[in-house]
């Protein structure tokens, strides 16, 4: 009875000693400011986590987060009303200047496109409630504000986000799932066995065109040589989606016989990416006009020589269709029907120097050297 007691006078103690530590941190909490991070990215910049790190934080009203960029690859954070049309990233939230903001739910706010060592961006979140948010540059990069009223108590500390922030990079960056989605930081770098790589022999490539050749109406399909223009992953936490992708062509550098064809397949499901010898286009989104379409719906071109220049357009996976939406309706999917595969057969000996629009800028290049 004495033990009970005791054990009774101290969990009193215990309580009056908690409330009195959470009625301190409730007023301190009024002023808290949380931190995260937009984005991740390997050294070589090869791997990119399309992410808010970590993408969900509980905080009080009247909390503030700020959000600091991380990556070579463009990235907003972005607060949307709940049933506004998505914006272009271009376009953003029109009459929202840039600084300081509060979000509540009424009026959209966000940064313009950013990269690392752009200007930080603080939020203030006033009223309790759940509020997405969003980069308007990657559809499949995500995550979610709980804002609890200062009465709840917070389950997690800065600290424990730092942590979660930590290894959710790192899951990001080291994703080994594929086989194909090691980090090519050398073009050079050949692995022989790489699965990413197909390499017919000729007289394979020989007896499979002349099959196609009789199913297809006159068209030669088959490749002699298969580059993955790009690989990811979307993978999901309770605060919404966050993407691994590998923006590299992976063994970009290959050699082939003039007369063969070389394939490009975009295995990413989320960044677009652009096949592009010669000058940059004004028109990145479609294919130049020398681009035509193969029965199988790839793309295809014919070049004669390295001075020659062609340029893919997007090749991108198409966004899932939705129910109780027009099939194939989505104004994010620029082309209709997305070509995912670009093929060129490459006519005239040389060295064809190509990039990606996009993403060279991150590395994403390649070479198609043609022997006589
Ligand atoms: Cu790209």
Redesign the pocket.
């Known amino acids: 009875m004495k033990n009970f007691t005791a054990m009774c006078v101290r969990h009193f103690l215990v309580g009056l000693f908690a409330f009195g530590i959470l009625g301190f941190s409730q007023n301190a909490a009024a002023q808290q400011n949380w931190h995260a991070k937009v984005g991740a990215q390997t050294p070589g910049m090869g791997r990119q986590a399309l992410a808010f790190l970590p993408n969900e934080i509980w905080i009080h009203a009247n909390d503030s987060i700020t959000w600091t960029f991380n990556s070579d690859e463009i990235h907003t954070v972005s607060f949307l009303v709940v049933g506004q049309i998505f914006p272009p990233f271009p376009v953003g939230c029109p009459g929202f200047s840039f600084g300081a903001a509060s979000f509540d739910g009424t009026t959209c706010v966000t940064t313009p496109p950013s990269v690392k060592g752009s200007p930080t961006f603080t939020v203030t979140f006033p009223t309790a409630g759940n509020y997405r948010i969003q980069c308007l540059v990657h559809s499949t990069m995500n995550g979610t504000i709980r804002v609890l009223d200062a009465s709840v108590a917070l389950p997690h500390d800065q600290a424990f986000y730092d942590k979660e922030a930590a290894t959710q990079t790192q899951a990001l960056l080291t994703d080994n799932d594929h086989a194909m989605s090691s980090d090519m930081g050398s073009m050079t770098t050949a692995h022989s066995g790489d699965m990413s790589v197909r390499v017919l022999a000729a007289t394979n490539r020989l007896a499979a065109g002349s099959k196609k050749l009789s199913a297809s109406s006159g068209a030669n399909m088959s490749a002699i040589g298969h580059v993955t ?2 690989v990811g992953e979307i993978v999901s936490t309770t605060g919404g989606v966050q993407t691994s992708s590998l ?1 590299r062509f992976v063994k970009g550098k290959i050699v082939i016989h003039a007369g063969d064809t070389v394939e490009w397949g975009n295995n990413d499901p989320q ?4 096949i592009t010898v010669g000058p940059e286009p004004q028109d990145m989104f479609d294919p130049s006009s020398n681009v035509t379409v193969d029965p199988d719906g790839g793309l295809h071109a014919v070049l004669s020589s390295p001075s020659d220049a062609v340029h893919s357009g997007f090749i991108l996976q198409a966004l899932p269709d939705q129910p109780g939406m027009p099939v194939n309706s989505n104004p994010d999917n620029a082309i209709a029907f997305n070509p995912t595969i670009f093929r060129v057969t490459f006519m005239g000996p040389g060295t064809y120097n190509y990039k ?1 629009v ?2 060279d800028n991150l590395g ?1 290049v390649g070479q198609v050297v043609v022997l006589p």
Do not use: K
Request: glycine share 10%; charged share 10%; hydrophobic share 35%.
């Open positions: 223009a790009g923006v960044e677009p990416h652009t990606c996009l993403h994403m």
